[in-house]
């Protein structure tokens, strides 16, 4: 079992910034893939950002490409999604998302690819 807890989520003006934080227990976090998904009302989840075990490859969703950076530190079995230049479009429920991979380079974006989640962080984003 994994557990996962993000922090960091709130209310911020169009423009400003946020960082969002997972922690993580219960399992080798280099054994885990993980990524970020964030679900608005009405809408389905999508995969925001993934960062592969290393923290050597990362892949984010076109929205947020050079907003956002995913970082993970396995020493401290964090991972972390720096948020820039938010827009009112990225207001949604956060989600912080991991699966144990063998694989040092996939990133999994289909929320069913992922077997353990965090229970979420709301960001809104004042126009």
């Known amino acids: 079992q994994v557990q996962l807890v993000e922090s960091g989520g709130g209310l911020v003006q169009a423009g400003g910034s946020l960082r969002l934080s997972c922690a993580t227990s219960?399992?080798?976090?280099?054994?885990?893939?993980m990524g970020w998904f964030r679900q608005a009302p009405g809408k389905e989840r999508e995969f925001v950002a993934g960062?592969?075990?290393?923290?050597?490859?990362?892949y984010y969703t076109d929205s947020v490409k050079d907003r956002f950076t995913i970082s993970r530190d396995n020493a401290k079995n964090t991972v972390c999604l720096q948020m820039n230049r938010l827009k009112p479009e990225d207001t949604a429920v956060y989600y912080c998302?991991?699966?144990?991979?063998?694989?040092?380079?996939?990133?999994?974006?289909?929320?069913?690819?992922?077997?353990?989640w965090g229970q979420g962080t709301r960001v809104t984003i004042a126009s």
């Open positions: 998302a991991a699966v144990p991979t063998f694989s040092t380079v996939v990133i999994p974006q289909a929320p069913q690819q992922y077997n353990y």
């Open positions: 960062i592969s075990r290393s923290g050597s490859k990362t």
């Open positions: 219960g399992r080798t976090f280099d054994s885990l893939t």
